[in-house]
C-alpha cells in the first residue's frame, strides 16, 4: 500500500465518522469511568483521548469517575475494614474520610492533570461544589432467599435527591470537561459516599444528555453470566424487573442497572453499558452502527422498575 493509498484510507474513515459528528454534536454526553480503564495505563489513556476528540468535535462531555481499586488500596494500607451490601460499600466515619481523600484528592486530580497533558481541558470538580449533588441517607435493598426485600443501614452513604447543574453548564459552555468526583453533601454539611453510577445517571438526567455510558469490566449485561453467548445487546426497562427476579442482575452491576433505569426515566434517551477493556470503547460504541455492549432504551410502561 502507498502513502496515498493509505492516507485516502485515513480520509475514508474521517468521511464514515462524518455522519456521527453531525448527530451528536452539541449533545451532552455523561460518561462513568471505572473498572480496569482507571488502573490499566494504556486503557485509560485511550479512555482520554476519546473524550478529549469527543470534545473538540462539538459533543458536550461530563466525566464521572469512581475509584475502587484506590480506595480498596488506601483502605488496607490504613488497616480500615470494608464491606458491601447490595452492592453498595458500607461507609463509616474512617470509610468516608478515605473515600474522599481518595476521589477528590488523588483520583479526581490525576485524571484532570492527564486530560490536560494530552492537550484537553478538564475541570476538577466534586459533587460538594456549589451544593451539585445534593444528598439523603441512603438504604442498602437487600434480596433474601426467600424473595422479600429489606433495607439495610450502610452508614455515610447518600441518595442523590437533586442535582445542581450550574458549574457544569459554565463549564461545558466554554467547552471544558468537567470531572465529577462521586461525593455529595446535605443541607446541614454532612458529607456523603454516592456510588459513582448512581451519581452519574442523576448528573445524565438533570443534564438532559443524549446518552450515558458505563464503562466496567465486562463486556455488558448477560441472562447467565457463565454463558458468555447470553450477552444482552438490548434491552428495554421493561425487561429490568424479570432479569432481577431470574438472578441475572447481581452485586455491583445492580446499581449500574438500576443507575441506567433511573437516568433513562429522567429523560436520557440511551444509557450503554460498554466494556472499558477494549481500547477506545467510547469511539467504537458512538461511532459505528453495530457498537458494543449493552444499549437501554425506555420500554412501553410507565412505571419504573427500579
Not at 473538540?56 to 475494614?81: F, S
Amino acid at each position: 500500500m502507498t502513502e496515498i493509498d493509505k492516507n485516502l484510507e485515513k480520509a475514508q474513515i474521517f468521511i464514515e465518522c462524518l455522519p456521527y459528528v453531525q448527530k451528536f454534536y452539541g449533545k451532552t454526553i455523561v460518561v462513568k469511568y471505572g473498572g480496569n480503564a482507571m488502573i490499566n495505563e494504556e486503557l485509560k489513556e485511550a479512555v482520554f483521548r476519546d473524550l478529549i476528540l469527543m470534545n473538540l468535535v462539538g459533543i458536550r462531555v461530563v466525566l464521572v469517575h469512581g475509584g475502587g481499586p484506590d480506595i480498596e488500596d488506601y483502605l488496607g494500607r490504613l488497616d480500615i475494614k470494608s464491606d458491601f451490601r447490595g452492592g453498595l460499600r458500607v461507609t463509616d466515619e474512617a470509610v468516608m474520610e478515605t473515600v474522599s481523600m481518595v476521589l477528590v484528592g488523588k483520583v479526581n486530580q490525576h485524571t484532570v492533570s492527564e486530560i490536560n497533558r494530552l492537550g484537553g481541558k478538564a475541570v476538577g470538580l466534586s459533587g460538594k461544589d456549589g451544593a451539585m449533588l445534593r444528598c439523603v441517607k441512603k438504604y442498602a435493598r437487600i434480596r433474601d432467599n426467600d424473595g422479600s426485600v429489606r433495607s439495610v443501614d450502610i452508614g455515610m452513604v447518600g441518595e442523590v435527591e437533586t442535582v445542581d447543574c450550574t458549574l457544569i453548564h459554565n463549564l461545558l459552555s466554554e467547552m471544558y470537561i468537567p470531572v465529577i468526583a462521586p461525593i455529595g453533601t446535605d443541607g446541614e454539611g454532612n458529607t456523603y459516599n454516592v456510588n459513582a453510577d448512581y451519581a452519574a445517571g442523576k448528573i445524565a438526567a438533570a443534564l438532559g444528555a443524549m446518552k450515558l455510558f458505563l464503562l466496567t469490566d465486562v463486556e455488558g449485561l448477560y441472562r447467565d453470566f457463565s454463558d458468555k453467548s447470553s450477552l444482552i445487546s438490548h434491552l428495554t426497562t421493561d425487561d429490568v424487573a424479570g432479569l432481577v427476579q431470574e438472578g441475572a442482575i447481581k452485586k455491583g452491576m445492580i446499581p449500574k442497572l438500576e443507575s441506567c433505569v433511573q437516568a433513562i426515566y429522567g429523560g436520557v434517551e440511551n444509557v450503554h453499558i460498554i466494556d472499558g477493556r477494549v481500547p477506545h470503547s467510547l469511539l467504537l460504541e458512538l461511532f459505528t452502527d453495530s457498537g458494543i455492549g449493552t444499549m437501554l432504551t425506555k420500554g412501553e410502561s410507565h412505571d419504573n422498575p427500579a
